[in-house]
């Protein structure tokens, strides 16, 4: 983690650096930093907040401003069903510390209670709230961990138990719009204000604040996209396959979200139509071929300029 004064000192470079590019962007706009989220600006940085991309919980870095408004609403409502499905994903692979972790049900000797519960590879460990189960349950389970362990000590015991997991569900709305956010701010990040301030975006902004609205659909592999091709690297990618579905493919992690390019207001509607329902359509990505942070979106927007022309042909992806 930071220091304080390293974070301030962080947060006043990146102040100066939105405060140059919007003016570059926006030439008539108020002198300041606009939210990228809420699109609200902001003369002096001080409501201003650093805004992790991926969120710190999933190890990203600090990479542009929020308002403290938008980044509370992310850490409170978003996030955190981003974070469980990042631990239930590490869970299935056999990455996390931990294999489960939540609420279960511990069947002893046909007394069924409600536990709290951690394990791992080598022990599991059983949390027996009080507050969870009646006063009779609690008391006939501990009657039978004392009948089990015949006065002696029961952590000494060989004990028996059937465990019924039941891992945290997560809301797929909440999720959904985690990643999208995830990734417009790290295309903001890259790109700048010439970018996410066009017109295509306008959806993707009210999707992030409106997460429990179907505005977009599908959208993310946080579940249903599945893209193929050498997109397993984090970061920035051309879209090349479908063809005429050009955008932006933005990857952390295992999670991703297609975003459009500028000036395609029917973006999403066009993907909705071409895949509909909850499938898992396939893409094929080219990575961009900019060399400095200046040559950033003149790189997009000259491919977005040849995949207007119908005798262009991408290279494919190796």
Known sequence: MRSVSTRQKLKQSLFK?????????????????RCPLCLVDFPTPEALTLEHAPPESLGGRERCLTCGPCNRFGGRKLEPAL??????????????????????RLRLAGCLINVRMIADKEQSTFIIPYEMNRPDVHEAFKDQLLALAGGGNVIDQNVQ???????????????????????????????GYSYVLDRAFDIVRRQIAHPEE????????????????????????????????????V??????????LPGHLTFYSEWRDRFPGEGKPRIRAAPPSWERP?????????????RRRRNFRWPRPR
Request: charged content about 20%; some cysteine; hydrophobic content about 40%.
């Open 83 to 104: 974070a469980e499905a990042q631990r239930q994903y590490d869970s299935d692979k056999g990455l996390a510390p931990y294999h489960v972790r939540g609420t279960t």
């Open 17 to 33: 650096q939105g405060r140059a590019a919007l003016a570059a962007a926006r030439p008539g706009a108020a002198a300041g930093y």
């Open 294 to 306: 200046s040559q950033r979106l003149a790189c997009v927007m000259d491919y977005w300029s040849h």
């Open 251 to 260: 990857r952390f992690g295992h999670f991703g979200a297609v975003l459009p």
């Open 214 to 249: 179907p505005l977009i659909g599908m959208f993310g592999n946080g579940g249903p996209l599945n893209a193929t091709g050498p997109i397993a690297e984090e970061g920035l990618w051309f879209i090349t396959e479908p063809r005429d579905l050009p955008g932006i493919y």
């Open 161 to 191: 138990a059937t465990i019924d997991l039941k891992t945290p569900e997560i809301p797929r709305d909440l999720e959904r719009s985690a990643i999208l956010k995830t990734a417009y701010l790290i295309a903001f990040s890259e790109l």
